[in-house]
């Protein structure tokens, strides 16, 4: 009896039906055995159908898996999925093995006409039922949902219990991946056969439960496929499909009832391609439901000829060896002898990947597992991104991006990379907006990150990971354009006009000049001056002022013409001058701190914008300074605000020293509430505004502090105590020390830190200079110039003020 007449149980030729497990390379070598002990005439597979033109592509030399096949809806692109397939997926075996015999393929499994479709109506019945607080349920009478939602339970579990085993890898391993190493030669179907008996019992015992309504509704269309497919092949048939699904093509069922259950499906246009694809994305970890957990160590044993373990330790030596750790020709040898030892003492066939990771952890990590997690990510995992040939169909967006990113060198890749660039450069400037446009398209390729060593403008690092579904992404972005620029052009534009409030606004106009889109910046630009002139809140304004100064100086560094920008940006800050003193009266503790935040985001601002950022617009330093004169001195304004205004003007030397602790000493005069008082007191040297060190460095603003606070009556100590705790906690731990030093020894021995104090230790009347230079060796040490001539140095009040070489 044949092959194939075995799965008939003796009468007429039959399909050669070849159940395996998706991305199994025990399976994979199963499969082609099969192929080459059956040779069918026909290779029937499962998989969309709507692929078949896609099939003479995997014959292609410049296609490496892992790749997917990718659908989606033409009129929705984000209503897509994927059929993942690796070198060692079985179907991707077959696929290979019918294009190198040159015999026909095929997929057979649901259109994704119907698929996709089916899912859009299952999500909006799900939100419907959400929205109603119902449970969503099966239509009557609708064979798509002819169930509750995936009842069977994991197949490889039911029976690795069975078997008497509690972990589903380890049994599967074992009793099929395992095998292809034992040597000798055997029945190429018997696997089949005997996990076939077993899927068969398996959905027996769930007979009562019921199948899942599309399980159910895509046997039907294979089993019609199949009985297509023995009418027009020339010879046998074999199929290539999970095993789940072999019972269900093995029964006898009436083409009638068949096509019954296919009656009105949805539908709806799809398009097709093959994509790259990730091992990362193949685990489970990842999300994909017919993942695995260890596509790295299945992709070796599916490559490897002899000797698995030893191969794969020598591996896991070389990267750790890359890693700088010592891992030596003695330590792989070792760990083979553990592994095998362990497989032994498990009643494993060979070791498996728990054995050899036990063995690594002990021989090559002495014990730890920091370098192990390493090697997870790296091999057991892995980080290999596929690749598809330039012929693959593609949305015109995508065939732009793929020639943009080789005429800059920028190859997307699975694993994380930094990427520093220089935007005074062509070739990183150009990279810059790239990525930019790609973020503002919604193709998160690269995310921003800070730089090191460096905080210019000139300077911009990118965490760089190209993901499968970014694929997706692209598709969705082809309707705005067909090239990068043009499509994050009209993206912008679409919306400048849909955003909700001018801080959306202000926010994609900062995005625009990275990317590079003066064509959209224009419109943008309009419609910010519009809703600008339309706001009235200060908060809204003041939020949008920080965001346009910090484009005004993206676009100074890449040469674009931010004229019309400044404009507007200074436009803006009047407005804020104009509204801001009404805008902080009578407001409460939470909104007189957001406030304070505005104010010191305007400060920022203000300081960055200069006096001559735009024509008609002269003069906004000084003005600012009146508006925070006018809050300093309004006793509605709140503390914490009046607090920070003041101490922004003595910042910026507007204000004396003598002057600040004029208004400190009003604030904090018995006839201010404690609450207030504390609150000013925040806002002048709270924050993270360097408040500690100028309370450290002049006695009188400290004086008057402590004045205060000792003054404070006890029954509002408790109520200030949470404000001050605060703000003093906000300190460095040296300035907190050195206050509380200075507090303890009292007002009469108190003195400036960097003056002459009043006998104080260590401090003298006047400067030591010899004590100075005794630094100045390891200054020198610190900076390499142990080798250079003597230093000079020149001491002048308080500052040194050079080391020279």
């Not at 769930?206 to 497919?229: F, I, N, P, S, T």
């Not at 100074?556 to 400044?566: E, M, P």
């Not at 009404?582 to 409460?588: E, I, M, S, V, W």
């Amino acid at each position: 009896m044949t092959g194939t007449d075995r799965g008939r149980g003796g009468g007429a030729p039959g399909p050669l039906l070849l159940g395996v497990r998706h991305h199994g390379p025990g399976s994979a070598r199963a499969v082609r055995a099969a192929l080459e002990a059956a040779r069918p005439g026909i290779v029937l597979i499962e998989g969309p159908p709507e692929a078949d033109a896609l099939i003479p592509l995997a014959a292609d030399e410049d296609m490496r898996p892992p790749v997917a096949l990718l659908a989606h809806a033409v009129d929705e692109p984000g209503r897509s999925a994927f059929w993942p397939l690796a070198e060692f997926s079985p179907e991707w075996v077959a696929l290979r093995w019918a294009l190198e015999q040159d015999v026909p393929a095929r997929f057979i499994d649901l259109p994704a006409t119907h698929s996709l479709a089916w899912r859009s109506e299952e999500d909006t019945e799900r939100e419907d039922a959400e929205t109603a607080g119902e449970e969503p349920g099966a239509g009557p009478g609708d064979p798509s949902c002819a169930s509750a939602p995936e009842v069977r339970v994991d197949p490889l579990a039911a029976l690795a219990g069975a078997a008497g085993h509690d972990d589903p890898e380890r049994w599967w391993e074992d009793v099929v991946e395992h095998q292809g190493h034992g040597g000798g030669d055997g029945d190429a179907l018997a696997p089949f056969t005997a996990l076939e008996e077993a899927m068969a019992a398996l959905r027996e015992t769930e007979e009562g439960g019921g199948h899942d309504g599309r399980d159910l509704v895509r046997e039907a269309y294979m089993r019609l496929q199949v009985r297509a497919a023995q009418r027009d092949a020339a010879g046998s048939v074999a199929v290539v499909c999970g095993a789940w699904h072999v019972p269900a093509l093995r029964r006898k069922v009436t083409a009638t009832a068949d096509r019954a259950l296919l009656k009105g499906l949805p539908r709806t246009k799809v398009d097709l391609t093959w994509v790259p694809w990730t091992y990362r994305r193949l685990s489970r970890s990842g999300g994909y439901g017919a993942g695995i957990e260890s596509p790295g160590w299945y992709a070796h044993l599916f490559g490897a000829a002899d000797r698995p373990v030893e191969r794969w330790l020598t591996k896991v030596a070389g990267l750790l060896r890359d890693e700088g750790r010592t891992v030596s020709s003695a330590h792989v040898i070792e760990a083979v002898r553990l592994a095998g030892t362990l497989a032994v003492l498990r009643g494993r066939p060979l070791a498996g990947l728990g054995e050899t990771t036990d063995a690594v952890r002990a021989v090559m990590c002495d014990g730890s597992d920091v370098p192990l997690a390493l090697v997870r990510d790296r091999l057991v995992v892995g980080d290999v991104l596929g690749e598809v040939p330039a012929g693959a169909p593609a949305v015109p967006l995508q065939r732009d991006l793929a020639r943009v990113q080789r005429r800059l060198r920028l190859k997307p890749e699975a694993r994380l990379r930094e990427l520093e660039l220089d935007l005074r450069k062509d070739t990183d400037a150009s990279r810059s907006r790239l990525l930019h446009r790609l973020r503002l398209l919604g193709v998160g390729w690269g995310e921003p990150a800070a730089s090191r060593g460096s905080t210019g403008t000139f300077r911009e690092t990118w965490r760089l990971r190209w993901e499968p579904e970014l694929s997706v992404r692209v598709a969705e972005a082809g309707v705005w354009g067909t090239t990068v620029l043009a499509a994050a052009t009209a993206k912008a534009e679409a919306d400048a006009v849909t955003a909700r409030d001018l801080a959306e606004v202000t926010a994609l106009a900062e995005r625009c000049l990275p990317a590079g889109l003066p064509d959209a910046l224009t419109p943008v630009m309009r419609i910010l001056a519009d809703r600008a002139a339309l706001d009235t809140d200060v908060g809204h304004l003041a939020r949008a002022l920080p965001a346009l100064v910090r484009s005004l100086r993206y676009g100074d560094v890449r040469g674009t013409d931010t004229g019309a920008l400044a404009e507007v940006a200074a436009g803006l800050a009047e407005r804020v001058f104009v509204g801001l003193p009404a805008a902080c009266a009578a407001l409460d503790a939470d909104a007189a701190d957001e406030m304070r935040g505005h104010v010191d985001a305007v400060h920022g601002a203000v300081g960055l914008l200069g006096d001559t950022s735009a024509p008609g617009h002269g003069g906004l330093r000084s003005r600012w300074q009146r508006v925070l004169r006018t809050l300093s001195a309004r006793d509605i304004v709140p503390g914490v605000v009046r607090g920070r205004a003041v101490r922004l003007l003595l910042d910026d030397g507007v204000l004396a020293a003598d002057e600040a602790a004029r208004f400190m000493g009003l604030a904090l005069s018995r006839g201010t509430a404690p609450a207030d008082a504390a609150a000013w007191i925040e806002g002048f040297v709270g924050g993270g505004a360097g408040g500690g060190l100028l309370l450290l460095h002049d006695e009188r603003l400290l004086a008057l502090v402590d004045a205060w606070l000792t003054g404070v009556a006890a029954e509002a100590f408790t109520e200030v105590l949470p404000l001050l705790r605060r703000t003093f906690a906000a300190y460095e731990p040296g300035v907190r020390r050195s206050l509380g030093e200075l507090v303890r020894r009292g007002p009469e021995a108190r003195g400036r830190v960097t003056t002459a104090g009043l006998g104080i230790p260590g401090f003298a009347a006047d400067l030591d200079t010899e004590r100075a230079d005794a630094v100045l060796p390891v200054v020198r040490l610190l900076l390499g110039l142990e080798g250079d001539a003597p230093a000079r140095t020149s001491l002048d009040g308080n500052d040194l003020v050079g080391v020279d070489a």
